[in-house]
Structure formats: structure tokens, C-alpha cells
């Protein structure tokens, strides 16, 4: 990317839909800079990879995880400084097997937040340097924020 | 004084020489009432002195060790009982627990109360130290501070007021007096 060259909103819009056009679907909702998409499993990393070099997304604000029952969902916020652009990814995986690229090769801030969301949801991020409990002691052997999960047993 | 349980001093080691004077000068104080004597003096003054520089371990885990800087700001001032909060446990005599703690942090905890030196008191302060609290049911906290560590003192509260932290120390000040910490040579 070259420099001082900012991107709105639809322009953001329009170039991943080129790069990615059956793998990204947008959401309806609008708010002023913010962009919310859906994204496929197997292309979230390109789409990140994208986002980083050619559309100037230089900070990874959150990972997290959502358990809907049916599948788990994992929610990336992913902004720029250049372009004040927000924008939020929902990847769906199946529950049996939740499984997705790390994005921390990209973003070494993910890293915590992908330890914190493995030690919650039990979410395996592939490729991550580090996949260790964060916050619970390292022999649990349950995620609590699973819905599943009953708390008050353990 | 029955000299005869006494072995010979000349075919004594030193150790034993040691232990052998010790239980002399012991039997002598205890049979002279010098012993009783020295108590009424000790007692009282190193209790006074005890009772009067009780520093809690600066350790806030929680919302309550906001209260807990409540009591050591200017209205209520916990220095002028001589609370001063020191930062390494081999300065203090009180563990004061004050919030949640979890499973985690429990064995550093205990480690923080291994390392204190005697004589040492806890008190648990707020419902989360002494209960859980509203994290009966967690998956991640310790149901009580005792469960691992004897604690002499709760003070109950949600968080307690500064007043209630003072008044738990005054009920810790209650029970050094009763307690002998002052008297030698016991039995």
C-alpha cells in the first residue's frame, strides 16, 4: 500500500468484494466507519492478509467467540488508523470441530486475544506460536464460556 | 530442683550443657516466682507494642482494597492505630484478603502468608474473601479465604465501609490481649 492513500468506507467495500467474491458477504446494517461482513473459514487469513497490505487495516482491536449451540462463531474487529475505518468479521465454524487460522502471524496483538478465546470457548487457532490457557489454571479441563458448561459443578 | 535427673556436667556435650542450663535457670525462675514476676511486666508491654503496629500486607485484590485506601487516606487515617501498610510480607504482621480469590492466585496467596513472620493474624474482609460471595457458584473462585488459610477475623460487608475495617482491627486488638504473646518460658 502505498502511503497517505485513504480508503472510505465503500471503497473498502468494493475492492474486497473484487478480491473476495464469493467468500465475503456484507451485512446490511450501516454506521458511520464501520463495516460489517461475514467471511468463510478457509478464507479469513487471505481476507486479513488482504486487509493488512493493500487496504491499510494496521491493528487487530478484538478477537472473540460467540457459542450460538448450532456452531460457534468467531468475531474479529480489525481497524485502520489511515482510513478510520472499523471493521467486524463473523466467521462461523462448526462446534464439533472448532477450528480456524490464527491471525496473529499478522497481528502480534491477536495473541492474547486468541489465548483468551481457546481458554473460554475451546477454539483452536491453527498456526498460533502459543496456544496456552491465559486466564484459568492450565489443568482445567473445560471451557466455561461454552453453553454447555456448568459452571457451578466445578 | 531434683539434681539427680541431672546427668554429671563434666560428661556432658555442649549441646546438652545447653539444654541441662537452660532447665536449671528455667525450673529456678518458675520455683522463685521470678518468672510470674517478669510476666506482669512483659506481657503487657509487648502486647501494647504489638497491638499498636499491626502492618497489614499492602495487598488490594479487589474493590474492598478501595475502601481499604479509603481508610488509609486523611478522614480516617488507620495510621494514627498504627496500621501502616508495608509491600513485602516479612514487614507484616496482618494478612488482610480483601476481595475475590481465585484459583489462580491461591497458591500465591499462600505463599504471600508462608512468608510472613510470627506472630501473624488474617482477616477476611468483605464477602468475597469470606464466602465466594456473589461468586458462590463460580467455576474460577475459591469459596473462602479459609479454605486454605486460618483467618482470625471477618469483617462482613459488600464492600465493608472504612469504619467496619477499623472496627475489624480493634476486634484483632481484642483478641492479642487475650492472647499470652507477651509471657516466656511457658510449659
Request: net charge neutral.
Amino acid at each position: 500500500m502505498e502511503e497517505n492513500v485513504t480508503y472510505t468506507v465503500e471503497q473498502v467495500k468494493s475492492k474486497i468484494s473484487e478480491a473476495f467474491p464469493a467468500a465475503v458477504k456484507f451485512e446490511s446494517k450501516a454506521k458511520p466507519r464501520r463495516l460489517f461482513m461475514t467471511a468463510d473459514k478457509g478464507s479469513l487469513f487471505n481476507l486479513c492478509k488482504f486487509m493488512k497490505d493493500q487496504l491499510g487495516f494496521d491493528h487487530c482491536s478484538l478477537v472473540s467467540g460467540v457459542d450460538r449451540c448450532d456452531r460457534m462463531q468467531v468475531v474479529y474487529h480489525i481497524s485502520s488508523f489511515s482510513n478510520n475505518i472499523t471493521a467486524e468479521i463473523v466467521v462461523d465454524i462448526p462446534r464439533d470441530n472448532p477450528e480456524i487460522d490464527a491471525i496473529t502471524p499478522l497481528w502480534e496483538g491477536a495473541n492474547w486475544h486468541e489465548r483468551e478465546t481457546y481458554d473460554m470457548f475451546g477454539i483452536i487457532f491453527k498456526g498460533h506460536p502459543k496456544l496456552e490457557r491465559l486466564l484459568l489454571p492450565a489443568d482445567y479441563t473445560f471451557f466455561p464460556m461454552r453453553k454447555d458448561c456448568d459452571t457451578g459443578r466445578h | 530442683m531434683d539434681l539427680s535427673t541431672y546427668p554429671h556436667a563434666i560428661a556432658m556435650s555442649a549441646k546438652e550443657f545447653v539444654d541441662w542450663s537452660t532447665n536449671v535457670m528455667d525450673d529456678i525462675v518458675k520455683a522463685t516466682g521470678v518468672k510470674r514476676a517478669l510476666d506482669k511486666v512483659s506481657d503487657p508491654l509487648m502486647n501494647w507494642g504489638v497491638r499498636n503496629s499491626m502492618y497489614p500486607l499492602h495487598f488490594g485484590i479487589a474493590c474492598c482494597a478501595l475502601e481499604m485506601a479509603a481508610c488509609s487516606g486523611p478522614r480516617y487515617d488507620n495510621e494514627r492505630l498504627g496500621l501502616v501498610f508495608r509491600s513485602s510480607p516479612r514487614q507484616c504482621d496482618v494478612l488482610l484478603v480483601n476481595g475475590w480469590v481465585t484459583k489462580k492466585l491461591r497458591p500465591s496467596l499462600r505463599r504471600l502468608y508462608e512468608e510472613m513472620p510470627e506472630p501473624k493474624w488474617v482477616i477476611a474482609m468483605g464477602e468475597c474473601a469470606i464466602s465466594g460471595g456473589p461468586w458462590y457458584d463460580s467455576y474460577n473462585v475459591v469459596q473462602g479465604v479459609d479454605t486454605f488459610i486460618p483467618v482470625d477475623v471477618y469483617i462482613p460487608g459488600c464492600p465493608p465501609r472504612p469504619e467496619a475495617l477499623i472496627d475489624g482491627f480493634l476486634r484483632l486488638h481484642q483478641k492479642i490481649k487475650k492472647s499470652k504473646i507477651g509471657t516466656f518460658m511457658d510449659d
